[in-house]
């Protein structure tokens, strides 16, 4: 079986500090991953090294289907079928879903009307036609940013996902209809990385494996005994199981959105 | 007007150090420019009357001087031909600075334009201002009046001839009577070699409204000094513009929006982008008097500087009086944002189609909220292919 996608000794750093310390990761096409971790342990990292975020220092390698992913642009890595679901989608104003998903399929080589009809077809499922009209994520409630992402996945049919807590802040029903709709997507074609910290989710969705991240690291990987045991034990069960040393009591943990702030740089 | 010749002669021209000049060099001395006495020939419309469809009226003033005054449901008046003209009571001080003596002295035409009371217009009534002799000054006067519970639609458009130095400027007194409503929209498309620096006023009456709109795209130097009082009790103003400076051109925006009467509001909401080694600026003041209780105002300015060398400059103020209000602002100066950006091209766009997505994006939202319709299409393109074009000859980052 082919790779989707394939990670080797990836280590990152921002501003100095280390975040990824020697990552490994494979999923197969037709597979689906779950990644498990505490807040802060660098999976949103992963992702965005993955997509091609700029402003870290990155070592290591990545490969898309067997092709090196650092050394293509953004949007490069993301018409040879990568594409991310923000754990924090961007709101950009003035430009609608609509008009911005006609100009992504039209990048992709859709053809116009083909897109027109798909995109209708699966908004209608994804119950998101009031919403093609409307500025991309603006004023949208964090469950509804997330529906977004995933009908822009499914109009947009990537090789490989990575789904960043596509169920953190939807309600109960919504977190079983997007399950079952990745569930659905489920294809040869397509590899998928869901990350998570609930294993609501994996009651919809069945992971082929799954992995947990701690600081920086994938320190185990396997079936859905893992899940169980971590919604008994929580980490510290898995660091006792494993060696390793306990959690830091209450190390303050920052989110990019604490170092990105607008810098007008008018004199 | 020997008074304000006098003035006129006492005042030096603004060198860039007077407060409401800042940033600003003011490079079309008097000395090299002359009066006009015959007009030249006017141009054409340009591509954004075009668009517009029917008026219910029609303005041509030709270096200063009117050609053309005609209109089914406003009644027009040339100035040059009224006995007494009502300038004298002009709500711009002749002493403003040079350049409003320069209009007191010198203004020789224009027209009064009176919208009968509780008369609806249908349509926009048009006035085309150019200045088309090189090298002149002239000092276009419009007066609207707008009778009490009217509405009335007003689209102004400067045009100037291709290449040719010149200075132009209009002083525009916008009264709008008590419980009547103004829709005026100007497209400012002068010549890239040409200086338009327009004085305008727009004083409310009792629950009147005014929707001002700006579309600033031409000139070497093109400044709007706008002074909106909100005199009546419960009137309202609203100012939206947009500008797109390229090569040398300053933008210049000067905004005083002066609340006077009681549960008056407004709002200012101003997007501009400069690339190349133009520059832009804003400054917004939001004046509340002793008395305007109830008063809520708000402005919005947001700036795009799209190459290393251009500059924008946003100032927005406020000054107040009276406790009973509610009023902020907002203003933001920098690149395309990187977080855009990167989430666009996340989903395959490269770079530079994600960039015209985005300058499409934030003009939008000032296009849908021009008080006149019919212009969006010519003013979205223009404004578009300003943007391609530099992308395409990597003016634009
Ligand atoms: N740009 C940055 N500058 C500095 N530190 C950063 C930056 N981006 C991430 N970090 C830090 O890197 C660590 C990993 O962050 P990341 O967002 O990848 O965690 P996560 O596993 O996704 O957490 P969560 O479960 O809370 O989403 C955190 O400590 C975070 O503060
Ligand atoms: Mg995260």
């Not at chain 1, 977004?148 to 990575?162: G, H, K, T």
């Not at chain 2, 709500?91 to 203004?107: G, Q």
Request: charged share 25%.
């Amino acid at each position: 079986m082919s790779i989707a996608l394939k990670v080797q000794g990836l280590s990152v750093s921002v501003v100095g500090k280390q975040i990824l310390k020697g990552l490994d990761l494979e999923v197969p096409y037709g597979e689906i991953h779950a990644m498990m971790g505490p807040n802060g342990s660098g999976k949103s990292t992963l992702c965005h090294v993955l997509t091609g975020k700029s402003g870290y220092e990155v070592s290591g390698q990545a490969f898309l289907n067997g092709t090196d992913l650092f050394s293509l642009d953004v949007d490069e890595r993301a018409r040879l079928g990568l594409l991310q679901s923000f754990q924090y989608p961007t709101q950009v104003p003035g430009v609608r879903l609509e008009e911005f998903l006609m100009e992504a399929t039209d990048e992709a080589g859709v053809d116009p009307d083909e897109a027109t009809a798909r995109i209708e077809a699966v908004a209608e499922r994804f119950n998101m036609v009031d919403f093609l009209k409307r500025s991309l994520n603006t004023d949208l409630s964090g469950g509804e940013k997330k529906r977004s992402e995933i009908f822009q996945m499914a109009v947009l049919r990537p090789r490989m996902a990575l789904l960043d807590e596509i169920d953190s802040g939807l309600d109960i029903d919504a977190v079983r209809q997007v399950a079952e709709e990745v569930d659905e997507m489920r294809s040869p074609d397509l590899g998928v990385l869901m990350i998570t910290h609930y294993s609501r989710i994996l009651r919809y969705v069945t992971p082929d494996r799954i992995h947990i991240m701690i600081d920086g690291k994938i320190v185990d990987s396997g079936g859905a005994e893992l899940a169980d045991e971590l919604e008994s034990g929580g980490y510290d069960a898995v660091r006792d199981r494993l060696g390793l040393p306990k959690a830091m009591a209450a190390e303050k943990t920052l989110k990019p959105a604490d170092f990105f702030t607008e810098t007008p740089f008018d004199v | 007007m020997k008074a304000a010749y006098e003035v006129f002669e006492a005042l030096s021209e603004p060198t860039g150090v007077e407060e409401d000049w800042r940033y600003v060099e003011f490079s079309t001395p008097f000395s090299g420019l002359k009066p006009v006495s015959t007009p030249g020939n006017p141009l054409d419309s340009g591509p954004f009357l075009a668009a517009l469809g029917t008026n219910s009226g029609h303005v041509r003033i030709i270096d200063g001087l009117v050609i053309e005054a005609e209109s089914s449901e406003a009644s027009v008046s040339r100035l040059s031909s009224l006995p007494d003209p009502p300038t004298s009571d002009r709500p711009i001080p002749v002493d403003h600075n040079k350049l409003t003596a320069a209009h007191a002295a010198f203004s020789n035409d224009g027209v009064l334009i009176d919208v009968p009371p509780n008369s609806v217009m249908s349509s926009p009534l048009v006035i085309e201002v150019q200045g088309v002799t090189p090298d002149s000054a002239t000092f276009p006067h419009v007066i609207v009046r707008v009778g009490e519970n009217a509405e009335a639609l007003v689209l102004v458009v400067y045009r100037s001839a291709e290449g040719e130095r010149l200075l132009m400027v209009p002083e525009i007194d916008l009264r709008v009577g008590d419980g009547a409503r103004l829709r005026y929209l100007t497209v400012q498309g002068v010549d890239h070699a040409a200086t338009l620096v327009v004085h305008q006023r727009v004083t409310l009456g009792r629950d009147a409204t005014s929707r001002v709109g700006e579309v600033g795209l031409g000139a070497k130097l093109g400044r709007l000094d706008l002074r909106v009082d909100l005199v009546g009790d419960g009137s309202s103003s609203e100012v939206v513009g947009l500008y797109f400076g390229e090569g040398d051109q300053t933008l210049d925006y000067r905004i005083v929006i002066d609340h006077h009467g009681k549960s008056t509001s407004s709002d200012v909401f101003l997007k501009g982008a400069v690339e190349d080694d133009a520059q832009s600026v804003f400054t917004g003041l939001l004046r509340i008097e002793r008395d305007a209780q109830k008063t809520s105002t708000f402005e919005t300015n947001r700036n795009l500087v799209l190459s290393e060398n251009a500059k924008a400059h946003s100032v927005p103020n406020l000054e107040i009086l009276c406790d009973d209000v509610v009023c902020g602002h907002a203003s933001s100066v920098g690149p395309l944002e990187e977080d855009h950006l990167y989430y666009l091209q996340s989903r395959g766009l490269n770079k530079s189609r994600a960039g015209r997505l985005l300058i499409r994006g934030f003009f939008q939202e000032v296009i849908d909220r021009l008080p006149i319709e019919g212009l969006e299409g010519p003013v979205s393109e223009e404004i578009f292919s300003r943007f391609v074009s530099a992308q395409e000859e990597g003016r634009v980052a």
